[in-house]
């Protein structure tokens, strides 16, 4: 034991450092899930930290609630716990928890929230948390794992306690009136634990990664681009390019899409016409030129309409002219020959581009093939009757265009 002054206080200073650190220890993260809630996980690798989804309070709390690991699975991350949402609402209250995280209540415009225990949920509520930096190996107290999240969550932090630098720490909520607030943050789906502000589905945004204090009440944009942006046609021909939005700034609404400019021999759809919300999607521009087309350039506009925004890309249309369609000869029967039993009938281009060939006897067609150099018909003569009759093919380009060969009669006796 310690008697003298200096030994006494000596150890009395390693007792109080022994007790504070266990305190601290026991104070430090929570066990269950807990990677997972910040990013020291196997799967933490998975979220999407670039591509940041704006979603209404009412819509996250509506997501639909997947079946969480069982109970001791504390690493293993969701396939729905992979998103980064950005959702603009309400800050009521929130508290220092004895895992040293701020848990925030976060309500939309109606001020309504979960009051906790065994109340039923409000359903225009959601909790969000900000775990403590210092406290990522959770209460085991490992050494500290890598967290992907770290910089987001001091971040976040920061910004709380700068924007209340007089926060009660002792358990009890902080009432922060409802203040408006810009969450960004890590989907999490919690056990029910009857905590205050809880949603239906048990979503929770945790890690927080960003908070903005009474954002800017613009409610972000959208970009509108053609892939690919320059399109050749022949006419007759077709083709699909696709119309991408990307929306940015917690943009949230529907788009709708429209195309105008197009000349009057070539149809324009979009499909669909409209990008729900909140607005980043891909409709299919489809267009078709008819044969009678005039070769040259046009410039169709396509305008997205949504939030209050309007944003317009263009399509660089280029009519080419078309190419004529190859000429075509029946080779075989000869003008003006007698035949009889199976005659063999053939036809083939005589030039570049034939994409199809046909084979018409006596105005009736026969037979017809896709990308061959000719195209052959066993025609049985003896059930026909006898006399003249008359041969001749068709040639098609691949803008559909056709030519039509010289007739060859050749006389059937049998």
């Not at 990677?35 to 819509?59: E, F, H, R, S």
């Not at 209340?164 to 943050?185: L, Q, Y």
């Not at 660089?316 to 075989?332: D, E, F, K, N, Q």
């Not at 000719?374 to 041969?391: A, L």
């Amino acid at each position: 034991m310690c008697f003298s002054l200096n030994i006494g206080r000596s150890c009395l200073i390693s007792l109080i450092w022994l007790v504070t650190a266990q305190f601290v220890h026991a104070q430090c993260g929570g066990i269950e899930r807990w990677a997972v809630k910040v990013g020291a996980d196997p799967g933490a690798n998975n979220v999407a930290l670039m591509n940041q989804i704006p979603i209404m309070v009412t819509d996250l709390v509506g997501l639909p609630e997947p079946h969480r690991p069982p109970a001791g699975d504390n690493t293993t991350r969701l396939s729905e716990e992979t998103y980064v949402y950005v959702i603009n609402g309400r800050l009521v209250e929130f508290k220092f928890e004895a895992d040293s995280d701020y848990h925030m209540v976060i309500t939309d415009d109606t001020l309504n929230f979960t009051a906790g225990g065994s109340v039923p949920t409000s359903g225009h509520s959601f909790v969000a948390e900000i775990p403590d930096p210092n406290c990522i190996a959770g209460a085991n107290g490992n050494s500290p794992p890598d967290s992907i999240f770290i910089d987001g969550i001091r971040n976040a932090r920061q910004k709380l306690e700068s924007h209340f630098p007089n926060i009660d720490k002792s358990g009890a909520f902080n009432d922060a009136g409802g203040i408006p607030v810009r969450i960004i943050g890590v989907g999490f789906f919690d056990f029910p634990h009857r905590q205050v502000g809880r949603a239906p589905n048990n979503i929770e945004i945790h890690p927080v990664l960003d908070i903005v204090f009474n954002p800017s009440q613009t409610v972000g944009s959208f970009s509108l681009s053609s892939v690919p942006s320059q399109v050749s046609l022949a006419p007759g021909g077709a083709a699909r390019p696709v119309i991408a939005t990307v929306v940015n700034g917690g943009f949230n609404s529907d788009i709708a899409l429209s195309v105008s400019g197009t000349p009057p021999t070539v149809s324009a759809t979009l499909d669909p016409t409209s990008i729900p919300a909140p607005g980043g999607g891909a409709s299919i521009l489809s267009l078709t030129a008819d044969l009678s087309t005039p070769p040259g350039n046009y410039a169709l506009t396509i305008t997205g309409s949504g939030g209050g925004t309007t944003q317009v890309t263009t399509v660089a249309l280029t009519v080419v002219a078309a190419a004529p369609p190859p000429p075509v000869a029946i080779t075989s029967p000869a003008n003006g020959t007698t035949v009889s039993g199976v005659v063999n009938v053939v036809a083939a281009p005589t030039g570049t581009g034939a994409v199809k060939l046909e084979i018409y006897i006596d105005g009736e067609l026969k037979a017809c093939n896709f990308g061959a150099a000719s195209i052959s018909y066993p025609w049985n003569s003896g059930q026909v009757t006898n006399g003249p009759h008359t041969f001749f093919s068709k040639a098609y380009n691949a803008a559909g265009a056709a030519s039509t060969s010289s007739s060859v009669v050749a006389t059937v006796f049998h």
